[in-house]
């Protein structure tokens, strides 16, 4: 009875839903997100899902999750291992069982544990009817059922009927954590309008689940997570890679320049590309290239040509693109170059994380090729990070890689996103026609050693440029053995000013002096910044500090490394930034590494800081 | 009359106007030296300024070209001229494109970028150079060497089946094929007028004589005493006619095309007639492609192989922009960052 209810508050919570492929589990946790985020919780999103677009239906490596960390407070992360496990069948369950903190509360589809779900999980008892899920409070529902029943009188095949039971799931939950589920209803009537039926079996679905808690007697507590204290401001929730089509095309608006995105599809990347061919009332040009080397050789073109240029991918097809980042090198023409990364060597875990193409920006091309680097450290920071490198590249007339990764790319999280008017003009100016008589010189430079943009079309600028040495001033190929040596170390001189025009580093957390600095880069930004947090709290004496610009450091960088005694480095890989920070500064620095595909869990960072301060 | 008065004020460019301070570093010899002549030759006839003209190459003999030619230019990467061009004229449909490519450059390291280049048909001249050697690393086969072909890198003789580079075009689905060669200065010109004058991608296929590793492999289509009878001259709704005396004839028999005398009771009404719209024919056309040695040859043909009007892609990809703008209106960033839902916090 309902009065016979609790309601539990709760700052924070951790609920995944985890299903097969096709089950609609990314569709629900985005629902569920997006509900979260209007409500005015904090948040942070983890999409967990195969490489296979239908692997074999009910078994373990067909199993799709979306894990949702949201709260009243500051949230960072994901969150490490979740309160709430919605399974849809047995290898959900089979996958995730270790994901679950000990008395969470474990919901389960029955349907999906028969005996051929069993078996094709590998799962020789039925963990439902067997002793093993005695630790946790399990909620037993025949949702496929229930489904089915709740829309016996409509008009479709049972294959569609079928489909609606993540709707199920989806208002059990909501009434789980006492929510409204208008933005849900809202959204079906978007996505199914023109599919009365389909349209009308989700919404009753959707209803279904929720009255199932409200009626069922089974049930008495349900929790509330209140609104988070945030910042005051208009909020949206954005996913990296849509932050990042977003702030490429801002970019290109305060920049003046027409946008141009050559590129070809690569998980987990593709979505900028799909993102920037939906913004054509902007001018925006894309260009689904033949191959990875075409997409950066094409967007070389548009640049040449006067266009913001760009070219989006992931490690293998950064590998691809390597020759071409020379040839942007030497004709020192402007190019953004944005690597999604993913899990390597070669296809790797494309859709799984890592941090593992850091050594592959820095070294990964043939001659000397020093190209600046600027690292994304959460979904909305991407929009910073990529209007950075724009600013950067077109400034400096120089490629600029951005790094970002699956984890944020796919990740979401409120945004208070900046208007127009607060973002910085990108200033540019192209090189001016020449009178008769004048001589142009393309390699002639300013104080930031960067050399004119002379695009074709301007008068008395005819000039050809390619990726032989070039002699400075005059652009003409040279051979000479001292004009090389000469070139090779204005390159690397042109990257390393750029540090006279980006921000000092930061201290993110912690104080400015202290026994430990945690540095870190990218995407473990979150984190890396809940653990360190919740040590200080502990009244641990660290500090935390991320890099968005990996290559020119900061100035400020060595002098910040000497304010600690011990300097931990954790990364998504095998170690890079920390070799090239104990290079770079002859520093002890340490490592801490993760190859697992998957990001930090702020407790095993805890651990390992408290087990280095010990 | 706005431009009568333009090219009446303007500055009338001369071929001269074209040349670089650059060193001229091709052998002596070297059919590259024809084309270039040829090239700055047409390009003052075409009433571009020369700001508005680009010249792009990836990495070979050929591919020096640009530095020799006063307009812009770019020296790219071995192979990606192609895809370099599409970029560019996609950025830039304003300017007037061309591509200096080699047999090895365009395809065989860069066949990709030009077969996708030609089915998309961007507004770009591509000038592909065959010499059927590699030349700049020193004579290794190329793609289009012929079989048996003894080179650095096939001491007994090429294996490989080499590529028909018109066929190749066409089954691009190319909307401008051609062939001309080094040697002939007014019927390449004039392909490279025609080239221009096309809108969309133009194939020019020249052959070009490396004198130092592949010496005389065209000698057949060019020297005197052997021209007339091997190299087939097509011309528009003209009958395919060939030989000293232009006494031989192709007559299609069903889709055979044979070999007919006309001095020899043939009669110039059953000949084929050259019509550069037809593709079936240009596919017919285009495989006449047998070595000289081989008895029974047909005549290697040169001139136009088809042609046709298809859209370009940047015409397609400008008419797209304007038509979401004139349904949705120039878009607002602010709106942009905003997206679909938003909420406001106190």
Redesign the interface.
């Known amino acids: 009875m309902a009065d016979q209810i609790t309601i539990q508050e709760l700052e924070e919570a951790v609920i995944k839903f985890a299903g097969d492929s096709g089950d609609g589990m990314q569709l629900t946790g985005t629902q569920f997100t997006?509900n979260s985020?209007?409500f005015?919780n904090d948040l942070g999103t983890f999409p967990d899902f195969p490489a296979e677009i239908r692997a074999p239906i009910g078994t373990v490596a067909g199993v799709s999750g979306f894990q949702l960390h949201f709260g009243s407070k500051e949230i960072y992360t994901p969150g490490d291992i979740c309160d709430v496990l919605v399974v849809m069948n047995s290898a959900a369950l089979k996958a995730n069982i270790n994901n679950i903190k000990k008395g969470g509360i474990i919901i389960a589809n029955t349907a999906g544990f028969d005996a051929k779900n069993l078996k094709l999980a590998n799962m020789t008892s039925n963990a439902l009817e067997d002793d093993s899920l005695s630790n946790y409070q399990l909620i037993k529902m025949d949702i496929t059922r229930m489904t089915r029943e709740s829309i016996t009188d409509l008009q479709l095949g049972m294959k569609e009927k079928d489909r609606c039971k993540n709707m199920f799931v989806l208002g059990f939950l909501y009434w789980m954590y006492n929510r409204e589920m208008d933005?849900t209803i809202k959204f079906l009537n978007e996505k199914f309008g023109k599919k009365p039926e389909v349209l009308e079996a989700n919404i009753r679905v959707l209803k279904a689940g929720y009255s199932y808690g409200d009626t069922t007697e089974q049930f008495t507590t349900r929790y509330k997570v209140d609104?988070a204290v945030?910042?005051?401001?208009?909020?949206?929730?954005?996913m990296g890679n849509?932050a990042t089509a977003?702030g490429l095309?801002?970019a290109s608006?305060k920049s003046g320049l027409?946008l141009?995105l050559?590129s070809y599809p690569i998980t987990p990347a593709s979505d900028i590309l799909h993102d920037l061919a939906k913004?054509?009332?902007?001018?925006?040009?894309t260009?689904q290239?033949?191959?990875e080397?075409?997409a950066i050789?094409?967007?070389?073109?548009?640049?040449?040509?006067?266009?913001l240029?760009v070219t989006t991918t992931s490690g293998p097809g950064m590998a691809l693109k390597a020759?071409?980042l020379?040839?942007a090198t030497v004709?020192e023409i402007p190019l953004v170059i944005i690597n999604v990364q993913r899990g390597g060597p070669s296809t790797g875990l494309p859709t799984k994380t890592e941090q593992a193409d850091l050594f592959q920006a820095y070294y990964g091309r043939n001659g000397e090729c020093p190209i600046p680097i600027v690292a994304a450290q959460s979904p909305s920071d991407c929009f910073n990070a990529v209007f950075e490198a724009c600013r950067i590249s077109v400034q400096h007339m120089i490629p600029v890689i951005l790094l970002t990764d699956g984890y944020i790319a796919n990740g979401a999280e409120p945004w208070?996103?900046?208007?127009?008017s607060e973002l910085a003009e990108i200033k540019i100016e192209f090189a001016k026609p020449m009178a008769e008589g004048e001589k142009f010189m393309p390699y002639a430079r300013d104080e930031k050693l960067s050399r004119p943009w002379a695009i074709?079309?301007?008068?008395?600028?005819?000039?050809?440029?390619?990726?032989?040495e070039k002699q400075n001033i005059t652009g003409?190929?040279s051979y000479e053995p001292e004009n090389h040596e000469f070139m090779v170390k204005l390159r690397e001189e042109k990257v390393d000013r750029i540090a006279n025009y980006i921000p000092e580093q930061k201290i993110d957390s912690g104080p400015a002096k202290g026994k430990l600095l945690v540095l870190g880069w990218g995407g473990t930004y979150g984190a890396l910044k809940a653990a360190v947090r919740q040590l200080n709290e502990e009244g641990f004496d660290i500090a935390h500090a991320q890099l968005r610009h990996m290559r020119p450091f900061p100035k400020n960088l060595g002098e910040i490394l000497n304010n600690y005694d011990k300097i931990l480095i954790p990364e998504i890989n095998n170690g890079q930034l920390v070799k090239i920070i104990r290079d770079k500064y002859f520093i002890d620095a340490m490592a801490y590494n993760k190859i697992q595909g998957l990001p930090f869990f702020k407790s095993e960072l805890m651990d390992k800081i408290r087990e280095i301060l010990k | 009359m706005a431009e009568t008065i333009t090219a009446t004020t303007e500055q009338v460019l001369t071929p001269k106007d074209f040349a670089t301070d650059q060193e001229i570093r091709w052998c002596p010899g070297c059919g590259d030296y024809s084309i270039l002549k040829q090239v700055h030759t047409i390009l003052p006839q075409l009433g571009l300024k020369q700001e508005n003209i680009v010249f792009i190459s990836g990495i070979g003999c050929s591919s020096r070209f640009p530095y020799y030619t006063e307009t812009f230019g770019m020296h790219s990467i071995h192979g990606r001229a192609t895809a370099v061009a599409s970029g560019l004229k996609a950025a830039r449909p304003d300017l007037s494109v061309w591509i200096v490519t080699g047999d090895g450059d365009g395809l065989s390291i860069g066949g990709n970028h030009t077969i996708h280049l030609l089915r998309r048909n961007f507004d770009v001249n591509i000038l592909l150079f065959n010499n059927e050697i590699y030349g700049l690393t020193k004579g290794q086969y190329s793609p289009t060497s012929p079989e048996n072909k003894v080179a650095k890198s096939t001491p007994f003789g090429s294996i490989d089946h080499p590529f028909n580079p018109i066929a190749l075009a066409l089954g691009a689905d190319a909307t401008f094929v051609a062939r001309s060669m080094d040697r002939d200065p007014a019927h390449l010109q004039n392909m490279l007028l025609r080239s221009y004058k096309h809108s969309g991608s133009s194939f020019l296929e020249i052959y070009q004589n490396c004198n130092i590793f592949n010496d005389m492999a065209f000698e057949s289509y060019t020297e005197k005493s052997t021209k007339k009878d091997e190299a087939l001259f097509m011309v528009q709704s003209q009958p395919l006619v060939f030989g000293a005396n232009n006494e031989k004839g192709i007559k299609l028999d069903g889709f055979k095309p044979v070999i007919v005398n006309l001095e020899e009771g043939a009669s110039k009404n059953d000949l084929w007639i050259h019509d550069e719209k037809d593709m079936v024919k240009a596919q017919i056309i285009s495989r006449f492609f047998d070595h000289v040695d081989f008895e029974g040859h047909l005549p290697r043909p040169f001139g136009v192989f088809y042609q046709t009007a298809r859209p370009t892609y940047e015409e397609m990809m400008s008419q797209q922009i304007s038509q979401v703008i004139a349904n949705k209106g120039l878009g607002k960033l602010d709106k942009l960052i905003a997206g679909g839902e938003t909420w406001i916090i106190e």
């Open positions: 997006n985020a209007l005015g933005n609104k945030m910042p005051a401001g208009t909020y949206r929730s954005i849509q977003l095309v801002a608006k027409p141009f050559g913004y054509k009332s902007f001018g925006v040009k260009f290239a033949e191959d080397i075409a050789t094409s967007a070389i073109g548009a640049s040449f040509g006067g266009s240029a020759e071409a020379g040839l004709l208070r996103f900046p208007k127009e074709p079309g301007t008068k008395g600028l005819e000039h050809r440029i390619g990726g032989l003409n190929i």
